[in-house]
């Protein structure tokens, strides 16, 4: 049985985090390139709200860059991105958990939520970690190898 409550929409005046809320956000994008415009607004708003989104950004990069360096086959190098964007994947998804969550409950405390939110912020503590046991294992032997040792 669905509710008859009205569904409180947000005020498009209204400020969260010094930006203007998107006025109709609820709706649906009519063409692809709104649905690209709506995932580069994703992108840009974890870039600069999380600041673990950064520093895994700015990681993924440098490891790229070692990588190259390195002249790792390509396959190695395939590896690297597929593990630095499973690492960002998962940091938006647990951004947009927590701000799902947050929309749902407000500032009460609820012990699902708490699960919620620490549930996925352990899925990106394990792609991190695996993230950079991967790294470990491509780049040290060809960087120890490079540096004579």
Not at 28 to 44: E, H, N, T, W
Not at 61 to 76: D, I, N, R, S, Y
């Amino acid at each position: 049985m669905t509710s008859l409550l009205p569904i409180p929409q947000p005020d498009p005046m209204s400020q969260r985090r010094g930006r203007r809320l998107r006025a109709g956000a609820w709706k649906v994008a009519g063409d692809l390139p709104a649905s690209f415009r709506y995932a580069a607004q994703g992108l840009a708003y974890g870039f600069a709200s999380q600041r673990n989104f950064r520093i895994h950004v700015i990681t993924g990069a440098v490891v790229f860059g070692l990588g190259l360096w390195l002249q790792l086959p390509t396959a190695q190098l395939a590896v690297l991105v597929l593990t630095v964007a499973a690492v960002l994947v998962l940091e938006l998804l647990n951004t947009a958990t927590e701000a799902v969550v947050d929309l749902a409950i407000g500032r009460q405390f609820h012990p699902l939520a708490r699960i919620a939110k620490d549930c996925a912020a352990a899925a990106v503590l394990v792609a991190a970690l695996s993230s950079l046991m991967i790294a470990l294992l491509l780049l040290v032997p060809p960087l120890l190898s490079r540096l004579g040792l």
